[in-house]
């Protein structure tokens, strides 16, 4: 048997439920809005990002369009600078390859001629181009630039390898004075007779020493180093050369 609660509990059962079912439908009614309306939200800032993205990535292809097209334009000015110095390099080249062609003709062209001098005074040599007086009689220096002087020639002055080659053979073993001393202001400087710097030298190895700061004039020795700073009162022979032209 059902006591006075349970039945009462039995009479108010269809009210319940009724409510219970209205409410039910008012919440599941309300969130499905809910849930429409956010999802149209997402929809509408997933298109925002979306178009946001677009537009960065237009903006980034057009910056890095352009770059490039600068590099091409900039690598294309650089292979044609490249090409014409290539070109300026090889044309310069061959200008070179012209003028040494030029000297080597010039050279050959002095070696094998004997000079502008068909003959040379008596008792004068000819060598090469010029004529030289070799003087085997014993002298100063000084008298020897003075002896050179009254043949119209001058004390041997040597301003290249070249012609000191030349000249070695007739030297052979013999000593020689030639136009070189020491300047009288400047020990240091030597100068040749015609009062020019000495450029050119041969000197023999740990020579000019200046022994007891006495040697202030050059001789020459056969050999191709052979060149010797000697006191200028000794006596030695003496190479004159031509200042004259033939």
Not at 44 to 69: C, D, E, K, M, N
Not at 202 to 223: F, K
Request: with cysteine; proline share 2%.
């Amino acid at each position: 048997m059902k006591n006075s609660y349970e039945n009462a509990m039995d009479d108010s059962n269809p009210d319940m439920d009724i409510s219970s079912s209205f409410f039910h439908e008012r919440f599941y009614s309300r969130k499905e809005s809910f849930m429409k309306g956010m999802h149209g939200w997402l929809s509408v800032a997933l298109v925002a990002v979306l178009v946001i993205i677009f537009v960065i990535l237009a903006i980034l292809t057009g910056i890095l369009f352009g770059h490039y097209s600068t590099m091409v334009n900039e690598l294309t000015v650089l292979k044609h600078n490249v090409s014409d110095t290539k070109n300026d390099t090889n044309d310069l080249w061959k200008s070179v390859d012209n003028i040494m062609g030029d000297l080597s003709k010039i050279k050959t062209k002095v070696d094998t001629t004997e000079g502008t001098c068909s003959s040379c005074p008596p008792g004068w040599k000819l060598i090469r181009s010029y004529c030289y007086y070799f003087k085997s009689s014993l002298e100063t220096w000084e008298q020897s630039r003075e002896q050179c002087a009254t043949r119209n020639g001058i004390l041997l002055v040597l301003k290249d390898m070249y012609e000191m080659n030349a000249l070695l053979p007739t030297i052979g073993k013999s000593r020689y004075w030639i136009g070189l001393r020491r300047d009288s202001e400047n020990t240091d400087t030597w100068l040749w007779a015609d009062g020019t710097p000495l450029t050119f030298s041969a000197w023999n190895e740990g020579e000019p020493n200046n022994d007891h700061d006495e040697e202030h004039c050059a001789e020459i020795l056969g050999g191709v180093q052979s060149w010797n700073d000697r006191n200028c009162e000794h006596r030695l022979g003496y190479i004159c050369r031509g200042v004259w032209t033939c």
